[in-house]
């Protein structure tokens, strides 16, 4: 019985559980989240960090959260009022939208009812968490727009701008997930990757492009261009206070582990666990897989924690060269390759043309870096010295004079 | 090409002035190099970490830390300070506020003439320089180790005189008293007095 199926024989108040279940997890994995990265940050830094609000000081999230909520609501003068409430909440909503279709463990007993811990499955449901995230940077933009304040509009059009250019080479790195599972349901590529071997290894290029895309997506360091606080004050928040802050807060986080429990499920074999230890899938009786999720998610949480903690922030056209010149070219060329495979595997081609096909490969790639190489090379070298202008230009390595009053020189 | 820039001159103030010069920018590490980076902040997590849990622990400061001030005594309980106002004057930031007071026969605070009577240390001001304790002639005034200054309004900052003497220990007695028979003022500077005179303590 596939995991439609299961879900679909789900009587409406266990989706309601579910409802409130998968939105108490977002919310405590965000308390948790937050207190992990302050922790792990500081032992990076050789610093403790909070350890005072309760044991390990576990619940400090939770006492800022109190203190944000208790503070006062300030809206600017100049701020579009309606807009400037809707956006928090357009950010918030959407992150938690996407964890709908997120399947968190096997078959499980919920209430003496055979389910599966996912809200819904959608034939569509990888295309269904990209839309939702891309309606979530509208809150975002529209937060930068409506505060009438230069910084947050920067702060607004840098996270859209980045967040359209990322979401390019995310949604081009899944394109070779979906050839591969031949579907776009979280649940079928779970299942995909549990008869065959995960993504992660198969699609590795795709993996490391949806990773990094991911941290762009977000707006994490160093791609946290959209909150840089050494230019833009707070970036695209720098106006809000209070709960509304909060909620911002929260978006990000939830957001953060979304792209995450994406992440682990699409390429890392979602809520199995991992090769050689299917034993303990039936451990608890079945819910021991959703610690196999959280076990996954957290991996990915860590690797945000860790870019963060190691690399500065990058400069804005460093950021959308990368983007736009090495991430979507590089998965573009993948997506030919893994297509060209994959028909060659179903048309049944036999081993010799596939093993020709990948020296070709190997062999345009080298002839490519070499040329990319002499080129490089060639553009080192000094420019001819040019005749000089009779217009003020300014000097230039191969342009030495000029001439303001007119005439050769 | 040279790779200075040269001085400019008024007559021939143009763009060609300032001479072009090539930056070498390095390209971008190799992929080893980045990972080296990544590798310091994993293991600096397993290192132990330098944090002081300040309130329930209290690292000792350098000796010559400088800190609170305070007013030090004779051996007898005498005052040091002789109210100069040197301290004051010393003060780049303003910080000090000082009243000379005559030592008469009944009031005798400190050896010789002249007493502080007022004494005000505006911690608000303070930069903890030790001008102060420089200027003072007579040792009166010096700084402790002690930094735990702040408080929650500013009038609990201005210290006055009683918050800033050193408190009497073993063989001091509290002033006004007489100074030590026989000794002047002198005699205490030079450190002749090492206690307060026996009939003194008696009265005590």
């Known amino acids: 019985m596939t995991t439609a199926e299961l879900l679909g024989k789900d009587p409406g108040w266990i989706i309601g559980v579910k409802a409130v279940l998968v939105f108490g997890i977002c919310v405590i994995s965000t308390l948790m989240a937050v207190w992990t990265e302050r922790r792990v940050l500081a032992k990076m830094q050789l610093r403790t960090g909070p350890n005072r609000v309760g044991k390990f000081g576990l619940l400090q999230s939770l006492s800022d959260g109190v203190k944000l909520a208790l503070k006062e609501d300030i809206i600017p003068a100049a701020a579009d009022k309606v807009v400037f409430i809707i956006a928090p909440i357009i950010a918030t909503a959407m992150c938690f939208m996407s964890f709908a279709v997120i399947p968190m463990t096997g078959e499980v007993n919920l209430f003496g009812h055979q389910t599966a811990l996912q809200l819904t499955d959608l034939p569509v449901g990888v295309l269904y968490i990209l839309a939702v995230t891309s309606i979530g940077v509208y809150g975002v933009v529209l937060a930068g727009w409506s505060s009438g304040s230069t910084y947050p509009l920067l702060g607004g059009l840098r996270s859209s701008a980045q967040v359209i250019s990322y979401e390019i080479a995310m949604g081009l790195s899944l394109v070779a997930v979906f050839i591969y599972a031949g579907s776009m349901s979280t649940s079928a590529i779970v299942d995909s990757q549990h008869q065959n071997i995960w993504n992660a290894v198969v699609l590795f290029p795709s993996f490391i492009i949806y990773v990094i895309s991911m941290v762009g997506e977000t707006n994490r360091a160093p791609f946290d261009l959209a909150e840089a606080e050494g230019e833009l004050v707070g970036g695209f928040h720098t106006e809000y206070s209070s709960l509304k802050f909060a909620l911002f807060f929260l978006a990000e986080y939830v957001n953060i582990i979304a792209v995450s429990a994406l992440a682990a499920t699409l390429f890392l074999g979602g809520y199995h666990a991992p090769p050689g230890l299917g034993f303990t899938e039936q451990w608890l009786g079945g819910w021991f897989t959703f610690i196999w999720f959280i076990t996954k998610v957290n991996l990915f949480f860590f690797i945000f924690m860790w870019l963060r903690g190691t690399l500065p922030r990058l400069r804005y056209d460093q950021f959308m060269k990368f983007g736009w010149k090495v991430l979507i070219p590089a998965s573009l060329v993948w997506i030919l390759i893994v297509a060209t495979l994959r028909v060659l595997q179903q048309e049944g081609a036999s081993r010799v043309v596939v093993i020709a096909f990948t020296a070709g490969l190997v062999l345009l790639f080298m002839a490519v870096s070499s040329l990319v190489d002499r080129n490089k090379a060639k553009a080192q070298e000094p420019l001819a010295d040019g005749d000089a202008p009779d217009f003020p230009v300014p000097s230039l390595p191969h342009l030495r004079s000029i001439n303001v009053s007119g005439g050769q020189q | ?204």
Request: charge should be negative; proline fraction near 9%; glycine fraction near 6%.
């Open chain 2, 1 to 204: 090409m040279s790779d200075f820039i040269e001085p400019r001159k008024n007559s021939d103030l143009d763009i060609n002035s300032v001479p072009f010069v090539e930056v070498n920018q390095p390209g971008p590490a190799s992929l080893l190099t980045q990972a080296k980076g990544f590798w310091v902040t994993f293991s600096t997590m397993f290192k132990k970490n330098q944090t002081v849990q300040y309130p329930d622990v209290k690292a000792p400061t350098a000796p010559r830390f400088h800190g609170r001030h305070q007013l030090n005594r004779h051996p007898d309980g005498l005052e040091k300070c002789i109210g100069c106002e040197l301290c004051a004057w010393a003060c780049p930031a303003d910080a000090i506020y000082v009243e000379g007071g005559n030592n008469t026969p009944g009031n005798q605070l400190s050896p010789g003439e002249r007493h502080g009577a007022v004494y005000q240390i505006n911690y608000l001001r303070c930069i903890f320089c030790g001008l102060c304790v420089e200027a003072c002639p007579t040792r009166a005034l010096t700084m402790t180790n002690e930094y735990e200054l702040a408080d929650d309004k500013r009038e609990k900052l201005i210290f006055e005189k009683e918050d800033l003497l050193a408190p009497l220990r073993q063989g001091m007695l509290a002033p006004p008293h007489p100074m030590y028979p026989g000794m002047t003022d002198t005699n205490y500077y030079n450190g002749d007095v090492k206690e307060a005179h026996p009939s003194q303590q008696v009265q005590n």
